[in-house]
């Protein structure tokens, strides 16, 4: 057989030549993207993004209480046209979802938030910017992502935690979440085990990974040098560094103050219960973010999804409701909104997709969500992100107690 004969036969065969459509080809869940992941990445790295604190009771506990809810769809209804837009905090978006705000985001994939803001942008999706991220405030500005938001760590050099304020504002930033489960921070167990450090450092045990994985460790050299790009404080080296910069003694006075700077909408992001969450809406927020950041900081915390009811309760409609923190599947967006939430949040998610595909990956995570997404809201029998919300108890039921669907 000649040398071209050969080549059409491969190509009749669906062989692709570029690695990333490979891997989104074969990529049929989060879960496939998590596996490719994996592989791809070393060990260290890969368990930072899918760690938890301590235990990671929390963590696992997340995405317990996601499926402890069950579907009573309607039937013989129209559900030819489901329109996933939905309205939050002024904007309108393609999904009620967005990529949450992830730090160090470049040691996944050399484009870090570019590729992930780029893929949100081309999604109709917003996108938050880590105070602990490995691009600046601008150069993500530049990628002409008109929905950005800016994740804040209150630092204890107020003076530096302005200046991030300023910039995002005077980049066109439209929402500012201020993040508030931080006052230490959380123990990452499995990281200490594996010895993550932020950079990576060529250790021993590193040295010998880079013959496993020599494409990961080869774009990694040919990258800039890691760094949390935000911040221009001498002696950021680590994440303890970092962590020692956030200011354990934030108060509501605090939030009170940069309600009072910041000309955009206003988010809380942590565990807030009712009580907190009525209190951050007097204070001026224009959105609650109900997260326990992923399991990652205080372990044997109650799951997001679980606060979501009581603090619709507590607040009503005077702010939007967020929610992330165990989303693994257009399903669990649903149930988030049946439950009283406006939107969802993924991390871990996309960061898969991230890690195993760059840009073309993260935008594989957001089409799988959705069109879980889409698909449960016509298995449901509703067409609208709105309608699930309003019969949302209908629909979507608890299960009999001591029933078990862990992960």
Known sequence: MKPGEIRALVRMRGFDADHDRRVVARSHSIG??????????????????????????????????????????????DVSEPDLQVPVLGSGLAAPLGLAPTGFTRVFHPDGELAVARAA???????GLSTCGTH??????????????????VLRDRKLSDALVDRAAA?????????????????????????FTAPPMLTPRALLDIAVRPG??????RAPALRYASLAAPG??????????????????????????WPGKLLLKGPLGPADAVRAVSAGVDGIHLSNHGGRQLDRCVAAVDMVR??????????AIILDSGIRHGADVAVAIARGADMCMVGRGYLYGLAAAGQLGVEHAIDLLTGELRRTMQLLGVTTV??????????????APGASREP
Not at 136 to 153: D, M, N, R, S
Not at 310 to 319: C, D, F, T
């Open 32 to 77: 496939d993207l998590r596996r490719e992941a994996r592989r791809r990445l070393p060990q260290p790295v890969f368990g930072y993004a899918d760690g938890g604190a301590d235990e990671e009771l929390t963590m696992r506990a997340n995405r317990a209480a996601l499926r402890r809810w069950l579907f009573r769809p309607w039937v013989l209804r």
């Open 310 to 319: 009581p603090v619709r309760e507590a607040i009503g409609e005077q702010a």
């Open 121 to 127: 942008a081309s999604r109709g999706l917003p996108y």
């Open 216 to 221: 990961y460790w080869t774009s990694m050299l």
């Open 136 to 153: 600046t405030i601008e150069e993500l500005a530049g990628t002409g992502h008109p929905g950005l938001w800016f994740q804040l760590y």
């Open 386 to 399: 709105a309608e699930l919300r309003k019969h949302g108890d209908e629909l979507v039921v608890p299960a």
């Open 236 to 261: 950021l080296h680590t994440i303890a560094d970092i962590t020692a910069m956030f200011d354990p003694s934030l108060s509501w006075d605090d939030i009170e103050v940069l309600r009072a700077r």
């Open 171 to 195: 980049a066109g930033y439209g929402v500012l979440e201020v993040t508030v489960d931080t006052p230490a921070g959380g123990r990452r167990t499995r990281d200490l085990r594996t010895g």
